[in-house]
């Protein structure tokens, strides 16, 4: 498999694209408002204590204080599998103290982020700091060297943990993490020496900082991604901005000069994610309908509770057996959910419902196939074997808002909800107001005023609904229409006096003036 990162960089915003074949497969986004800060450490001031949820609120100088839980307070100095910077790795279930006896309001603590701040969430906190370099990630708490699950070979854990051993200072516990394998004994002292030095730097600010402060700002998204995923088996990661160009350049000559040579700058005439035929994918990412090959497709519901994905067939109707049709279905669907996963970075709880199958071995396949893809998702994340009703559920690590959250904002027109009245729902509800206006106000002159499309709609579709009323009620009534209105909003008012009878309605109707 061909991996390939492309940076499209601009004073406004950062895009990383990574790709996978030429297909992409993460997108991370950071305009120049919003800043990550995921890694971040501060000295906080604990603003209050909630022994009924186990946690802490922190202030550490944002907007909204951070949430600490007490099972993020101390280390657990057991095996570890490495995580994606600003994560933690797996633990062994362990005692949880009881966060009254810790913590008290007032008491200043060193916190690092976990978790960007979402919707109305602060940003999730620990006390077990961790400090990734290029190869290892040193925790100030603990003693234990640990090497990431991904390296299996037996004599390279065994050996990593040696070199690491050789040049470990007393205190700190160590991770070895999965670009570390081969890593030379230089590398290691040079690893071990930076981040020595960085956690000296943070003991000795979180001891002079007044509360809150910022203590240590991680390194910017494009070095963090560098550091993170920049490895061995990427072919090449090609940028646009030659300032960042040689940024990036210069801190790999110093950790990775392996991979100096792969980093390259474009030189072409078109905008580099239209080159690379990115922004088409882009806009995909935005649709609720995702279409797959053969013709099948998802539907991608995320809510506030989860994320719901509906497997389809569409147009794919197979030349075998429905069975098999299913199946062929099923199979390219957990492929594609995987993906989409990653590419819109949807974290929490995801529901996924396959075309329900009669063969318990093909359901085995696809549960099989959407755990293989999912191998190559740097987020953490858990599937729950296929439920009573043929559900998959799952659960996805969230460090940051979605890329949903982060390219949109509710649509003003329906607030979010994806749907607007129907043109019948709101020519019925016009009627009935006319209606009552008419019974009320005893005016005999109206005008409805409502957006192009509502106004159209009742012209054409509802004249003899209106002029029932006005041989009803023995008034004129006439409709304007007004762009300026929301497709769910209208108005009436008196063409003699030009007063808004609605309002005059509401009134009236308040006060007891109905007759």
């Known amino acids: 498999m061909r991996k390939e990162i492309v940076i499209n960089s601009s004073p406004h915003e950062i895009r990383i694209a990574m790709l996978e074949d030429g297909e992409l497969v993460e997108l991370l986004v950071e305009g120049a408002d919003a800043k990550r800060i995921v890694g971040n450490v501060y000295k906080g001031k604990v603003t209050s204590v909630k022994p009924g949820l186990q946690a802490a609120f922190v202030d550490i100088g944002l907007e909204r204080a951070g949430f600490l839980h007490a099972s993020d307070l101390d280390h657990d100095d057991s095996e570890e599998e490495e995580a994606p910077a600003g994560g933690r790795g797996r633990r062994r279930q ?19 982020v976990t978790k960007e701040p979402i919707s109305s969430k602060g940003p999730r906190l620990t006390a077990d700091i961790s400090l990734p370099g290029r190869y290892l990630v ?90 993170d995923i920049f490895k061995e088996d990427t072919a090449r990661l090609i940028i646009d901005d030659r300032d960042d160009f040689e940024r990036l350049r210069t801190y790999v000559t110093t950790f990775a000069p392996e991979l100096k040579n792969r980093i390259e700058i474009y030189k072409g005439d078109l905008p580099i994610f239209d080159h690379f035929e990115i922004e088409p994918e882009i806009k995909k990412t935005l649709d ?118 982060q390219l949109s904002d509710d649509c003003p027109y329906c607030t979010g909800t994806g749907k607007v009245l129907s043109m019948e729902t709101m020519s019925n509800r016009i009627e009935r107001l006319v209606h009552r206006i008419a019974i009320v106000t005893r005016e005999s002159r109206l005008q409805i005023q409502a957006n192009p499309v509502l106004a159209l709609y009742l012209l054409e579709e509802r004249p003899e609904q209106f002029r029932e009323l006005c041989r009803t009620f023995d008034i004129e009534l006439n409709v304007l229409d007004d762009a300026a209105l929301h497709i769910e909003e209208f108005r009436i008012v008196s063409l003699d006096s030009g007063k808004d009878l609605i309002a005059e309605f509401e009134k009236k109707a308040r006060s007891g003036g109905r007759r």
């Not at 006896?101 to 690092?112: F, Y």
């Not at 037996?154 to 070199?163: D, I, N």
């Not at 492929?335 to 093909?362: K, P, T």
């Open 94 to 112: 362990r005692h949880v103290p009881d966060i009254g006896t810790v913590l008290k309001v007032g008491d200043e603590i060193l916190v690092q």
């Open 138 to 227: 040193m925790m100030p708490k603990g003693r234990h060297v640990g090497v990431s699950r991904k390296i299996d070979d037996r004599r390279e854990r065994a050996r990593l943990k040696s070199l690491l051993n050789k040049y470990r200072p007393e205190e700190g516990a160590f991770i070895i993490r999965t670009a570390a394998t081969a890593m030379t004994e230089d590398a290691v002292k040079q690893d071990v020496t930076y981040l020595s030095e960085l956690l000296e730097k943070i003991s000795t600010g979180g001891r002079e900082a007044a509360a809150p402060a910022l203590v240590h700002e991680d390194v910017g998204m494009v070095v963090a991604l560098i550091r």
């Open 288 to 405: 609720k309908r995702v279409w797959m090959k053969k013709g099948g497709y998802l539907i991608i519901e995320p809510t506030e509770a989860l994320v719901s994905i509906d497997v389809n067939t569409g147009r794919f109707t197979g030349r075998r057996n429905q069975e098999e049709t299913i199946l062929q279905t099923n199979m390219l669907a957990a492929r594609e959910v995987a993906r989409q996963l990653r590419l819109r970075d949807f974290g929490g709880i995801i529901v996924i419902d396959f075309i329900d199958m009669e063969s318990e071995a093909n359901k085995k396949k696809v549960f099989n196939e959407l755990k293989t893809h999912l191998k190559r998702d740097r987020a953490r994340h858990k599937v729950f074997q296929v439920s009573g009703l043929g559900l998959v559920e799952m659960s996805r690590q969230r460090v940051r808002p979605s890329l949903l959250s």
